[in-house]
């Protein structure tokens, strides 16, 4: 009798899952039409760009458990009429439903993915960002909620997509080459938690010149609190791993503050893997053929407000005690390495009144000794104070390099 019970009760609850999504995949089919052309209408009312979706279609497993519509070649213009100037782009947007929000009629997007896609981003002189102007977002007040659509977010995920921040008032550009990143969130009340895990590549342009910090393979495990009644994200003490090299990251944004950033990082590993992470590709790919071991360290600090052209104080120190590095292919070993480096952005807060130094510099090789100091002043017309006092063999150093 008991298992003639469990029977029935395993048919009806197979019954039951199986049914269930059918009807919510129904319902989401036969108003998904309807309910993209409101969803556009709605917002090109108030955006000041321009939505624009080819088609759309059921996606029911891109997101399981949610039902998805996926909007097919979704594009974001910059304004209605030359629409020339694209803000973001997407191959395939995805929206998900909970199955039974749509079992009772709720069309709430509990999840969003973006799926081949590129954003562009501007700041322009005056701090104006383009995709706000474009949304026509100006005050806080505003509200961007859509009749017949509603957002109770669980999830945010990127896949394959591109993105480019260019900010014209000190004429830097960054750029992401996501290939995925997703957000987990929770909202309570006034605040929102978010978990990020991304992998991506980073790349940095000064006045559309390629930097030493071009092609960094970036991880992030980032813990986010966005604080909505006093517009404030806090950064909980989080990893982010640059060429493998992991860093320790905390701070806040205080958004109605011009931006006002105070952000740390540290980090300590016991070889120079850590900074050969901050090289350029090519110098720190030489620096990993060696094997190395010492007390190394890094930390650094971002502080002050980054809106309406300023930029906040950059101020980074690293260096290491006790280290050693050794040519295995010759068995060539420099010892008692050890120095302390400094990088300030200046009382200006640019490449002008940037400032490096490298002191206390000593290497012992087999032979002699290596022992010195250098000063960069003025990254724009650089000024270089250099002292050194070396006795090599240098036989020693073709032998070791």
């Not at 009772?104 to 562009?120: A, T, W």
């Not at 981003?121 to 007040?141: C, R």
Request: with cysteine; proline share 2%.
């Amino acid at each position: 009798m008991k298992r003639k019970i469990l029977v029935i009760t395993g048919f009806i609850a197979i019954l039951f899952l199986l049914i269930l999504p059918s009807i919510a995949i129904s319902i989401a089919y036969f108003n998904q039409k309807s309910l993209t052309q409101k969803l556009v209408r709605t917002l090109n009312e108030q955006f000041v760009g321009e939505l624009k979706v080819r088609d759309s279609h059921i996606a029911p497993f891109a997101q399981f458990p949610y039902i998805s519509i996926d909007l097919e070649d979704l594009v974001f213009y910059a304004d209605k009429v030359s629409q020339s100037d694209t803000i973001y782009y997407a191959k395939d947007f995805y929206a998900g439903f909970g199955i039974w929000d749509l079992i009772k009629g709720d069309f709430i997007v509990k999840s969003i993915k973006l799926s081949q896609g590129d954003i562009n981003l501007v700041k322009n002189e005056a701090g104006q960002l383009n995709i706000l102007t474009a949304k026509g977002i100006q005050t806080e007040d505003n509200d961007e909620s859509s009749e017949g659509f509603n957002l109770d977010l669980a999830s945010i995920i990127f896949s394959d997509v591109e993105i480019k921040f260019e900010d014209l008032g000190n004429l830097t550009t960054l750029f992401f080459h996501i290939g995925k990143a997703e957000a987990g969130l929770k909202i309570d009340q006034d605040q929102i938690k978010a978990k990020l895990i991304s992998k991506l590549i980073f790349d940095l342009e000064v006045e559309k010149e390629p930097t030493f910090f071009s092609n960094k393979h970036v991880s992030l495990n980032f813990d986010l609190l966005y604080d909505q009644a006093i517009q404030k994200i806090t950064l909980k003490r989080s990893d982010l791993y640059l060429e493998g090299a992991l860093l320790g990251v905390s701070g806040e944004l205080d958004l109605e503050n011009d931006m006002d950033l105070d952000v740390r990082i540290q980090g300590e590993k016991p070889d120079f893997n850590l900074i050969a992470a901050f090289l350029p590709q090519e110098t720190g790919d030489f620096v990993r053929r060696y094997k190395n071991e010492g007390e190394v360290y890094f930390q650094g600090r971002i502080k002050g407000k980054s809106a309406a052209g300023q930029m906040p104080s950059i101020a980074l120190e690293f260096g290491c005690d006790n280290a050693y590095f050794l040519n295995p292919s010759r068995d060539k070993k420099v010892d008692d390495l050890r120095f302390a480096a400094f990088y300030t952005n200046g009382e200006e807060r640019n490449l002008k009144t940037s400032e490096f130094q490298l002191l206390n510099f000593n290497a012992k090789p087999e032979q002699g000794i290596f022992q010195g100091k250098l000063i960069v002043r003025d990254f724009t017309n650089p000024y270089i104070d250099i002292n050194l006092n070396a006795d090599l063999d240098l036989d020693f150093l073709g032998e070791f390099f």
